[in-house]
């Protein structure tokens, strides 16, 4: 089992940063690749950026790729999500997640997931 919980959401204007942590306990940290999805309002849950296992790997959505980067702290069991040039559609619930599925790639698919943060909301205004 493993628990995950972020933070750093808030409010911010558009073109502003924010950078979004999530803390994990439980099991290995580093046996597990790891990423960010996010849920907008009368949306479906959707894939923003990802990491593999060692950090060696990393993959984004196209409309975050050269806005936003994730990093790993092994050693802290952190993940990290930074958040640049925000515009009003990256507003959304962003969730962390924990996948053991595969030793040294990324994962996309959120149903390869295994667990899951409780989410922290990101606000962004025009």
């Known amino acids: 089992q493993v628990q995950m919980v972020e933070s750093g959401g808030g409010l911010v204007q558009a073109g502003g940063s924010l950078r979004l942590s999530c803390a994990a306990s439980g099991r290995t940290f580093s046996g597990y690749a790891m990423g960010w999805f996010r849920q907008a309002p009368g949306k479906e849950r959707e894939f923003v950026a990802a990491?593999?296992?060692?950090?060696?790997?990393?993959d984004y959505e196209a409309s975050v790729t050269g806005r936003f980067s994730i990093s790993r702290d092994n050693a802290k069991n952190t993940v990290y999500l930074q958040m640049n040039s925000l515009k009003p559609e990256d507003t959304a619930v962003y969730y962390c997640?924990?996948?053991?599925?595969?030793?040294?790639?990324?994962?996309?698919?959120?149903?390869?997931?295994?667990?899951w943060g409780q989410g922290t909301q990101v606000t962004v205004s025009s």
């Open positions: 997640a924990a996948s053991s599925r595969t030793v040294s790639r990324t994962v996309r698919d959120g149903r390869l997931y295994d667990y």
């Open positions: 990491i593999s296992r060692s950090g060696g790997s990393t």
